[in-house]
């Protein structure tokens, strides 16, 4: 069965430090990883995603993610973090081997930037 | 450049009244979900479609009805309403068959059953 897992539930950070927010997945074939952000009251948008290739993604707002096959992860990254940042994020895979091509998501992660 | 629009934006229902919510996209997409978000749990699959005419059960469907009777409109129902149901349900899209392409997400409808 496919799973995505966020092992932490809130994540906090000094404004300028870097971020990390971590997820794992399970898949049975060739996953194919995406990062979401939600802001208070918003819809999710779309961040970065993996499909192949290079194992370094970048994507909106200075976010980038690595692909780690042998580990199973894909941690979101961010050099220099800003207020702005502190939203809900969510890692989602996606399984091309199931009707509807269906999205699987995390519990999510709450980021905090501390000013 | 609308993407995809829910309606209403909340609602609060009575215990076993019925109502639907709303969702189009103008984005010629051909698979359309729906979520419902629940604190700490993430996004539960309720119902998707891989195309007008077409519809199938997700991870949590019971008490909920879909109908896809053409490419632009997902509308979903809810029946007999439950304090169960109380949650923020997410409309979404995307390119289908072998595109890997990303979801594409209402702003979502905020409904609690009293």
């Known amino acids: 069965a496919q799973s995505v897992a966020q092992p932490e539930d809130q994540v906090n950070v000094a404004e300028g430090n870097p971020l990390t927010v971590k997820c794992t997945y399970s898949v049975s074939g060739n996953p194919y990883l995406f990062w979401y952000v939600q802001y208070p009251n918003r819809g999710l948008q779309f961040l970065l995603k993996?499909?192949?290739?290079?194992?370094l993604v970048k994507g909106s707002y200075g976010f980038e993610a690595e692909f780690n096959k042998s580990q199973t992860s894909f941690h979101l990254k961010k050099p220099s973090a800003l207020v702005s940042d502190s939203a809900l994020y969510f890692c989602a895979v996606r399984d091309r081997s199931l009707e509807g091509n269906q999205f699987y998501f995390g519990t999510g992660t709450s980021l905090t930037v501390i000013p | 450049n609308a993407g995809v629009t829910q309606t209403p934006k909340f609602r609060i229902l009575k215990i076993g009244q019925s109502m639907t919510l709303q969702c189009a996209q103008d984005?010629?997409?051909?698979?359309m979900y729906w979520y419902r978000q629940d604190p700490g749990m993430g996004l539960k699959l309720i119902y998707y479609s891989v195309g007008a005419g077409i519809t199938d059960k997700g991870e949590v469907p019971n008490g909920y009805n879909v109908s896809r009777s053409t490419t632009e409109d997902f509308p979903l129902r809810l029946e007999l309403a439950a304090p169960s149901q109380t949650s923020v349900y997410f409309c979404a899209s995307s390119y289908g068959g072998p595109n890997t392409g990303e979801l594409f997400f209402g702003e979502g409808s905020r409904l609690t059953v009293l």
């Open positions: 984005m010629n997409h051909n698979y």
């Open positions: 993996y499909i192949t290739g290079d194992n």
